[in-house]
């Protein structure tokens, strides 16, 4: 084998330069201080003008696809240049187009925004919409000479895709299920705000000068209190030593940035599975009291470089609410300091803290970034994956319902008829990272007809979805995805209804949590699955197990290319010994006390 697991929870605009106060290189930021030792990718990043060229340049002229430097800084405004492998063809150029995805904190869509959403997909886009992992909406199939346009109307509709791709914070994500009891509604509200203090300042002029003609109308308003922290992103070590892009700085951070809020005993939100991952707890009123602090996870990873590994966060303590955001922009700002920018493979903050501890991160953290208590965590209960699906009063006289999306795709009638449902009642969309969607602020007097109009399209039992789709989901992968080996989302539907077919032949009765990706970087976050298959060539999988269905421990890798038409054969030796065992554990749980060299024994009898 050569893949691994890695360590688990218990283990225009003006030029940067001008920008730059007169600091000695002792007091500037690493991110900045010595430009000599950037890599070429990070001195792209310094030299664009925060986030600005040449993409200014390349969104005016007649070509039908972007150069290379000027992709690396569409990631940041939200957007990913793909080419449709399936209309290749030799001596023709490629079928360039744009992915677009939104920042939507907490997975909330207003109804306004994703009529807009659902307008472009249709006409400027491929008919499509897709809801991520990370709670937003992704749109596919827009032309270069078309995203202006697309960008703009969706920032004109109250909406951004600001960092929603790129080396920087991106989406925060957040419990979706509109609940206004215990710390749902704190937690929330966390995630806006964690959202808007992280949010980069130089860059935003950009973005708002490419795409909506420098109309500053349209930035991003923290509340009082998240521009109180910001303003603190200009003092001590927190501070970069670019006055124009006081946390960032000129070159951003190292790799992509995940942040995501819960509250105790929900893990909808993969926490672990997260750079900075809290757990609000809140008082009686509902206001909040303060964290529990994960640090460090992620998902990436590289084929045969045994140096990339999944990564689930540590432990870092309990912080009072009044300290918890600066607490998050100190995190921030170590990282930004000291993730790797000379190999990117290794600059998420997972290898930080793998290579240099916990116990150094917590002292380097209070030494020179944050001067507040970190205390022990408090205790929570066990968590459980929560999916909201079905129908669910949120107070007197208001209800939402979830409704299941088997990898996110909305299309054809679906997408029509949702649309409908949103336009008819002003409904409010929010996205949850299984990639389903919840339609909210249904009055009581509108639920009959919203549940007459779901069964029309299909959908008679939201609460009720077959076993294995209910948690499954699946990175888009081909044809668009450009670090795509093989497939995931088109195919995961039938890897699904074999497995279904295969569980009721033996019957078993339990359900599997099952994880689908077309390459190792990761999207559905297959490291936490009972099963994830993770494309490594055309029609093979790596086959990882162990997780658990609460998402609370990294599966392992047990088989490294497994062609996917042995699936069944592969995993009848292993899925007739949990039923053997009497299944009342979950399957990843059976793995687990099976333990590796039994595991690997039974795969091996086929």
């Given at each position: 084998m050569?893949?691994?697991?890695?360590?688990?929870?218990?283990?225009?605009?003006?030029?940067?330069?001008?920008?730059?106060?007169?600091?000695?290189?002792?007091?500037?930021?690493?991110?900045?201080?010595?430009?000599a030792?950037?890599?070429?990718?990070?001195q792209?990043?310094?030299?664009?003008?925060?986030?600005?060229d040449?993409?200014?340049?390349?969104?005016?002229?007649?070509?039908?696809?972007?150069?290379?430097?000027a992709?690396?800084?569409?990631?940041?405004?939200?957007?990913?240049?793909?080419?449709?492998?399936?209309?290749r063809?030799?001596?023709?150029?490629?079928?360039?187009?744009?992915?677009?995805?939104?920042?939507?904190?907490?997975?909330?869509?207003?109804?306004?925004?994703?009529?807009?959403?659902?307008?472009?997909?249709?006409?400027?886009?491929?008919?499509?919409?897709?809801?991520?992992?990370?709670?937003a909406?992704?749109?596919?199939?827009?032309?270069?000479?078309n995203?202006?346009?697309?960008?703009?109307?969706?920032?004109?509709?109250?909406?951004?895709?600001?960092?929603?791709?790129?080396?920087?914070?991106?989406?925060?994500?957040?419990?979706a299920?509109?609940?206004?009891?215990?710390a749902?509604?704190a937690?929330?509200?966390?995630?806006?705000?964690?959202a808007?203090?992280?949010?980069?300042?130089?860059?935003?002029g950009?973005?708002?000068d490419?795409w909506?003609?420098?109309?500053?109308?349209?930035?991003?308003?923290?509340?009082?209190a998240?521009?109180?922290?910001r303003?603190?992103?200009?003092?001590g070590?927190?501070?970069?030593?670019?006055?124009?892009?006081?946390?960032?700085?000129?070159?951003?951070?190292?790799?992509?940035?995940?942040?995501?809020?819960t509250?105790?005993?929900?893990?909808?939100?993969?926490?672990?599975?997260?750079?900075?991952?809290?757990?609000?707890?809140?008082?009686?009123?509902?206001?909040?009291?303060?964290c529990n602090?994960?640090?460090?996870?992620?998902?990436?990873?590289?084929?045969?470089?045994?140096?990339t590994f999944?990564?689930?966060?540590?432990?870092?303590?309990y912080?009072a609410?009044?300290?918890?955001?600066?607490?998050?922009?100190?995190?921030?700002?170590?990282?930004?300091?000291?993730?790797?920018?000379?190999t990117r493979?290794?600059?998420?903050?997972?290898?930080?803290?793998h290579?240099?501890?916990?116990?150094?991160?917590?002292?380097?953290?209070?030494?020179?970034?944050?001067?507040?208590?970190?205390?022990?965590?408090?205790?929570?209960?066990?968590?459980?994956?929560?999916?909201?699906?079905g129908?669910?009063?949120?107070?007197?006289?208001m209800?939402?319902?979830?409704?299941?999306?088997?990898?996110?795709?909305?299309?054809?009638?679906?997408?029509?008829?949702?649309?409908?449902?949103?336009e008819?009642?002003?409904?409010?969309?929010?996205?949850?990272?299984?990639q389903?969607?919840?339609?909210?602020?249904?009055?009581?007097?509108?639920?009959?007809?919203?549940r007459?109009?779901?069964?029309?399209?299909?959908?008679?039992d939201?609460?009720?979805p077959?076993?294995?789709?209910?948690?499954?989901?699946?990175?888009?992968?081909?044809?668009?995805?450009?670090l795509?080996?093989?497939?995931?989302?088109?195919?995961?539907?039938?890897?699904?209804?074999?497995?279904?077919?295969q569980?009721?032949?033996?019957q078993?009765?339990?359900?599997?949590l099952?994880?689908?990706?077309?390459?190792?970087?990761?999207?559905?976050?297959?490291?936490?699955?009972?099963?994830g298959?993770v494309?490594?060539g055309?029609?093979?999988?790596?086959?990882?197990?162990?997780?658990?269905p609460?998402?609370?421990?990294?599966?392992?890798?047990?088989?490294?290319?497994?062609?996917l038409?042995?699936?069944e054969?592969?995993?009848?030796p292993?899925?007739?010994?949990?039923?053997a065992?009497?299944?009342?554990?979950?399957?990843?749980?059976?793995?687990?006390r099976?333990?590796r060299?039994?595991?690997?024994?039974?795969?091996?009898t086929?």
């Amino acid at each position: 084998m050569t893949v691994t697991a890695g360590q688990s929870a218990t283990g225009g605009a003006v030029g940067p330069e001008a920008g730059t106060r007169d600091l000695a290189p002792s007091q500037l930021s690493p991110c900045i201080a010595s430009g000599a030792e950037r890599s070429k990718f990070e001195q792209f990043k310094a030299d664009s003008g925060y986030l600005h060229d040449p993409l200014a340049e390349e969104l005016a002229n007649d070509a039908n696809h972007f150069s290379e430097g000027a992709v690396q800084l569409l990631k940041f405004h939200g957007s990913y240049q793909q080419d449709n492998r399936e209309n290749r063809q030799k001596g023709r150029d490629k079928d360039w187009q744009m992915m677009l995805r939104l920042r939507s904190p907490g997975g909330r869509i207003p109804a306004s925004l994703f009529l807009a959403m659902d307008e472009l997909a249709d006409r400027l886009g491929n008919g499509t919409l897709r809801a991520t992992t990370r709670q937003a909406f992704q749109m596919h199939g827009v032309r270069k000479h078309n995203l202006r346009e697309v960008i703009g109307t969706i920032v004109r509709g109250m909406g951004s895709t600001l960092a929603a791709c790129g080396d920087i914070n991106r989406n925060v994500m957040a419990p979706a299920a509109p609940f206004e009891t215990g710390a749902y509604p704190a937690a929330r509200q966390l995630a806006d705000d964690i959202a808007d203090l992280l949010s980069p300042s130089a860059a935003e002029g950009s973005y708002l000068d490419l795409w909506v003609d420098g109309e500053l109308s349209y930035r991003i308003k923290p509340s009082r209190a998240v521009s109180k922290v910001r303003s603190r992103q200009s003092e001590g070590g927190v501070f970069s030593g670019d006055a124009s892009e006081p946390l960032y700085g000129p070159t951003y951070m190292p790799r992509k940035f995940k942040c995501a809020v819960t509250v105790p005993g929900d893990n909808s939100v993969d926490l672990l599975t997260q750079d900075i991952g809290l757990v609000a707890f809140a008082d009686a009123s509902g206001a909040l009291k303060g964290c529990n602090v994960y640090v460090g996870g992620g998902m990436g990873r590289t084929h045969n470089k045994e140096e990339t590994f999944a990564r689930t966060a540590d432990p870092l303590g309990y912080v009072a609410a009044e300290h918890v955001l600066d607490l998050v922009q100190a995190i921030v700002a170590l990282q930004r300091d000291y993730g790797d920018r000379q190999t990117r493979r290794h600059a998420r903050m997972k290898y930080l803290i793998h290579d240099q501890g916990i116990a150094w991160f917590k002292r380097e953290l209070k030494a020179r970034y944050f001067a507040h208590p970190i205390k022990g965590l408090r205790l929570e209960p066990k968590t459980r994956l929560v999916d909201y699906l079905g129908w669910h009063r949120v107070s007197p006289g208001m209800w939402f319902v979830g409704i299941p999306l088997l990898c996110g795709r909305l299309s054809g009638e679906l997408k029509a008829g949702l649309r409908r449902l949103v336009e008819t009642y002003q409904l409010e969309i929010r996205l949850t990272p299984n990639q389903d969607l919840l339609l909210c602020n249904i009055g009581t007097a509108q639920r009959a007809s919203v549940r007459q109009a779901l069964a029309e399209l299909g959908i008679h039992d939201p609460d009720s979805p077959a076993r294995l789709e209910r948690h499954a989901i699946a990175c888009p992968a081909l044809p668009l995805c450009g670090l795509a080996v093989t497939e995931a989302e088109r195919t995961l539907p039938a890897v699904l209804e074999r497995l279904e077919a295969q569980l009721q032949q033996l019957q078993i009765e339990k359900s599997i949590l099952v994880r689908m990706t077309g390459c190792p970087n990761g999207c559905a976050r297959p490291y936490m699955a009972e099963l994830g298959l993770v494309g490594d060539g055309v029609n093979q999988y790596q086959l990882w197990l162990g997780g658990t269905p609460n998402l609370s421990r990294l599966a392992e890798p047990y088989l490294e290319r497994m062609p996917l038409d042995q699936l069944e054969q592969t995993l009848e030796p292993l899925l007739r010994s949990w039923k053997a065992a009497g299944g009342r554990r979950s399957f990843g749980d059976h793995v687990a006390r099976l333990g590796r060299d039994q595991v690997k024994e039974l795969l091996a009898t086929v």
